[in-house]
């Protein structure tokens, strides 16, 4: 079973600010088998990326993801106020029960 | 418009069950892989269940045998019947519709608003 890691736990940054999130995972994620989502309290998560770089429906193009194999990033070019929660990334790439990160929460500074 | 809309939680002592209902609209839940996601109480997501559209179901090893996920095609509703409940299955659960990447492998692409079971006695 992959799993994966997250850091860093906790990003304190600034509005305006870039932020860069890691997701790494235990095993190669097949053909870049990655998704991640924003889960702001109270509420369900929402899906930001698939692919590990397609961003998902009305997702703002300051939100990216990259990387493949093992290493994986989300990045927030520059912060807006409603950014500021918690991103989880998950595979789905070798099984059929998904696996997600631990988290990261991005708070302000 | 795709909405999913959860019900059924509340209070249940361990060692009892309880029968979660997640109520589709906007696209047909047996066309599609559907999942149980749960978040206990300051923590992060775990993933419980699947059933693909071709009915095939899987489990969390932290559930198997205990749950046990089905639909109804008639009333396009996801359910949840959860056994044996423990201490540790206390958790806002959320049904999310699985985006099919490639056969056996999905996203996550709308989710509910959640339930949340709390078992205690």
């Known amino acids: 079973e992959i799993v994966l890691t997250q850091s860093p736990g906790t990003l304190s940054l600034s509005p305006g600010e870039r932020a860069t999130l890691s997701c790494r995972a235990s095993?190669?994620?097949?053909?870049?088998?990655l998704a991640w989502y924003q889960q702001k309290p109270g509420q369900a998560p929402r899906l930001l990326i698939y692919?590990?770089?397609s961003r998902a429906t009305g997702i703002p193009d300051r939100f990216s993801g990259s990387g493949s194999g093992t290493d994986f990033t989300l990045t927030i070019s520059r912060l807006e106020p409603e950014d500021f929660a918690v991103y989880y990334c998950?595979?789905?790439?070798?099984?059929?029960?998904?696996?997600f990160g631990q988290g990261t929460k991005v708070e302000i500074k | 418009e795709v909405q999913l809309v959860e019900s059924g939680g509340g209070l249940v002592q361990p060692g009892g069950s309880l029968r979660l209902s997640c109520a589709a609209s906007?696209?047909?839940?047996?066309?599609?892989?559907m999942s149980w996601v749960r978040q206990a109480p300051g923590k992060g997501l775990e993933w419980v269940s699947v059933?693909?559209?071709?009915?095939?179901?899987y489990y969390a090893d932290s559930v198997k045998g205990r749950f046990t996920i089905s639909r109804h095609n008639s009333k396009n509703t996801l359910y949840l019947q959860m056994n044996s409940l423990r201490a540790e299955d206390t958790a806002v659960y959320y049904c999310?519709?699985?985006?099919?990447?490639?056969?056996?492998?999905?996203?996550?692409?709308?989710w509910g608003q959640g339930t949340l079971v709390t078992v205690s006695s």
């Open positions: 906007g696209f047909t839940v047996s066309s599609n892989y």
């Open positions: 998950q595979q789905y790439g070798s099984s059929p029960r998904g696996t």
């Open positions: 692919g590990a770089s």
């Open positions: 999310a519709r699985g985006m099919i990447a490639a056969a056996g492998s999905y996203y996550f692409d709308y």
């Open positions: 059933i693909y559209s071709g009915g095939s179901t």
């Open positions: 095993q190669s994620v097949s053909s870049s088998y």
